[in-house]
C-alpha cells in the first residue's frame, strides 16, 4: 500500500477495497494512489452520545434470552466494518468488533459472519474474487435450517454505484472544484442509468430475502441500511473531495438508495433497520461523524466505511429491532 500525500484538489485515496458513496463505498475504486495518505481524521467522536435513543424500547434492549441460539450475517464492508476494530479476517478485511459480533454477544448467539469487503448481490450466491487474489465461498452457504436469525446489508457496490460516486465524482472534482462535474460527465442518460440501477437493488434485496428464507426457513431476516455518508448540506472537500455543486448530487443518490432498500424490505415484509435516518447529523462532514473520511487509518476505519461508533449505533438499532418483534 503506497504512503502519498495529497493536498484537497487530488484525487481522493480511495482504500484498495469496496462499499457506499462507493467507498463512500462501500467498495473500491482501483486508483493508483489508492491507499493511506495524509494524517488521519482526529475529530473526537463519543459512543455513548451518538448511539441513536427512542421514546421505544432501548437499543441496548435485547430479546428474551436464547430467541436465537445462531446468527448469520452477510453483507459487503459496511457490515464487514474493514479497520474499524481489529481484523478478524484478512481476506475479508472484516473486523472483530463489527455490529454482527456485537449483537452476537448481546443475545449470546453463535455467530457465523461471512461479510466481506466489496461483496455485491452476486456474492452471496457465487464466489467472490477478494483483492488479495484469494476467492471466498457464495455466502448464502453459511445458511441452514438451524440458523435463527440472518442481517442482509448489501446492494452498494452493485452495477459500482459506490465507485462511481467515489471514483468518477471524485476524478471530476479535480478538474472543476467549483462546479458539479461529475454530474456534467454523467449527463442526462448516465443520471438516469445511475437512478435506475439503484432501483435495481432494490429488486435484487428482494431476490436475496426469498433466498436466505429457502436455505433458512426458521430464522428471522432483518435488511440493515446504509448510513447517510454525504451532508445533505454544506462541504467538507478536505474529508470528501466532491466538487460542491456535486454534493446535492451525491447526497441524494444516498437518500435514494436508502428509499430503494427500505421498500425492499417492505416488499419482502421483514424489517428494516433505518440506519440512514439515524444517522442524520453524523456525515463524513460532521462534527460527530459515523463514517471515515478520506484518509484511511489502521486506527480508525477504511477510508469512506463506518467508524467504531457507527457499528456500535448499528448495533444498538439491530437489538432495538429485534426486541420490537
Not at 130 to 143: C, D, E, H, S
Amino acid at each position: 500500500m503506497n504512503h502519498t500525500t495529497t493536498t484537497r484538489r487530488a484525487r481522493v485515496a480511495l482504500a484498495a477495497v469496496p462499499l457506499l458513496l462507493g467507498t463512500l463505498l462501500t467498495g473500491c475504486s482501483g486508483d493508483d494512489d489508492a491507499g493511506v495518505t495524509g494524517q488521519p481524521d482526529t475529530r473526537p467522536v463519543s459512543p455513548s452520545s451518538t448511539i441513536p435513543r427512542t421514546d421505544g424500547p432501548s437499543p441496548l434492549a435485547t430479546p428474551g434470552p436464547g430467541r436465537y441460539p445462531t446468527y448469520v450475517a452477510i453483507g459487503d464492508s459496511f457490515t464487514a466494518a474493514p479497520l474499524a476494530g481489529p481484523t478478524a479476517d484478512e481476506q475479508c478485511l472484516r473486523s472483530a468488533q463489527n455490529y454482527p459480533a456485537q449483537v452476537a454477544e448481546a443475545l449470546g448467539a453463535e455467530l457465523t459472519d461471512v461479510s466481506c469487503t466489496g461483496a455485491d448481490t452476486a456474492a452471496l450466491v457465487g464466489s467472490q474474487r477478494v483483492l488479495q487474489g484469494g476467492v471466498v465461498p457464495p455466502q448464502l452457504q453459511a445458511l441452514g435450517p438451524d440458523t435463527r436469525l440472518v442481517t442482509v446489508g448489501i446492494g452498494g457496490n452493485d452495477f459500482g454505484i459506490y465507485s462511481t460516486l467515489t471514483g468518477t465524482c471524485v476524478r471530476a472534482a479535480s478538474e472543476d472544484l467549483d462546479g458539479a462535474p461529475c454530474r456534467a460527465a454523467l449527463g442526462a442518460e448516465g443520471v438516469a442509468t445511475l437512478k435506475e440501477n439503484i432501483r435495481t437493488v432494490g429488486d435484487r434485496l428482494v431476490a436475496v430475502v426469498e433466498g436466505v428464507r429457502q436455505r433458512a426457513p426458521r430464522a428471522d431476516v432483518v435488511v440493515v441500511g446504509y448510513p447517510e455518508i454525504v451532508p445533505a448540506d454544506g462541504t467538507c472537500p478536505e474529508l470528501l473531495p466532491l466538487a460542491e455543486g456535486d454534493y446535492p448530487f451525491a447526497a441524494a443518490m444516498g437518500r435514494l438508495l436508502a428509499r430503494v432498500q427500505e421498500r425492499a424490505a417492505e416488499r419482502a415484509d421483514v424489517p428494516y433497520v433505518d440506519t440512514y435516518a439515524a444517522s442524520d447529523g453524523h456525515d463524513v462532514c460532521s462534527e460527530d461523524p459515523w463514517i471515515n473520511g478520506r484518509v484511511t487509518s489502521a486506527a480508525t476505519a477504511l477510508a469512506y466505511h463506518p467508524l467504531k461508533v457507527e457499528q456500535e449505533a448499528v448495533a444498538g438499532l439491530v437489538l432495538e429491532k429485534l426486541a420490537e418483534d
